[in-house]
């Protein structure tokens, strides 16, 4: 069975779908089967990230309310990565007719056939968050955060609503490690504030907005320092043992006297 990885925070702007692009794209070109779903219904932004802006894609809700069978919506892209997309249109009262066996029956099938399947949730979840929480099958929550104030308090109130809180992992991104006063609070402070075991720490890349427009992962682009560690943190999740800083932080050339 394959795994389900929930990428979420409470704030929004702390990069999730460019996270979430980016492990995809490393994920697939590690030989991993994976799915990408873009919950974030009715706004969306992970079709742009994955470069698929301009292609006609079933949703979630599509399979859900069985407009679309699954065996005819799971297409790869010339990346390699499946992609769900969200609707462009979205009223809440559209969730009325899902019940949650129904929702668990569609995350068992995706299950036996990936073997990731990443949800980029909107901010606080949004509507269907509860349907994944009371559904059992989440594997690992990745919480992002900022180092800014108020994205730490998010992630830390966010930690604290989770119903599986022990699956989560935080992410850290856009971290600016060229000076000690750059953020306001450091790697370890974080975690004791967020009470959530760290899986990743992503320097802040200025060409991360350029990456996006262009429909570019992060990880697929090959001097980004932030994509490799964003391809570190799929190692780290497919239990490889990577240290936290490993091509984040430059080592100092040291003085040799002889």
Request: hydrophobic content about 45%.
């Amino acid at each position: 069975m394959g795994e389900i990885i929930v990428v979420t925070s409470l704030k929004g702007g702390v990069g999730k779908t460019v996270l979430s692009s980016s492990l995809s794209y490393r994920l697939a070109h590690l030989g991993k089967r994976v799915l990408a779903v873009d919950m974030d219904l009715g706004t969306g932004g992970l079709d742009i990230a994955l470069g698929r802006e301009d292609s006609v894609i079933p949703t979630f809700l599509d399979i859900l309310n069985g407009t679309v069978r699954a065996e005819d919506a799971l297409f790869p892209g010339d990346d390699g990565v499946y992609f769900l997309s969200a609707p462009v249109f979205f009223n809440e009262s559209s969730l009325d007719q899902i019940s949650q066996e129904k929702f668990n029956s569609l995350l068992d099938y995706l299950k036996s056939v990936f073997d990731v399947v990443i949800f980029d949730m909107p901010a606080g979840g949004g509507a269907t968050f509860h349907f994944f929480e009371e559904s059992g099958r989440i594997d690992q929550i990745l919480l992002v955060s900022t180092a800014a104030p108020t994205s730490v308090r998010a992630a830390e109130r966010c930690a604290m609503r989770l119903k599986e809180a022990e699956k989560a992992k935080l992410v850290l991104n856009s971290f600016r490690v060229t000076k000690p006063g750059d953020n306001p609070f450091g790697v370890v402070e974080i975690i004791q504030r967020t009470s959530v075991p760290i899986i990743g720490v992503i320097p802040f890349d200025s060409g991360a907005e350029k990456a996006l427009a262009k429909g570019m992962p992060l990880s697929a682009i090959p001097k980004s320092a932030a994509g490799k560690a964003i391809g570190n943190v799929c190692l780290r999740l497919m239990d490889e043992a990577v240290p936290l800083l490993d091509g984040v932080m430059k080592k100092k050339k040291r003085m040799r006297f002889y």
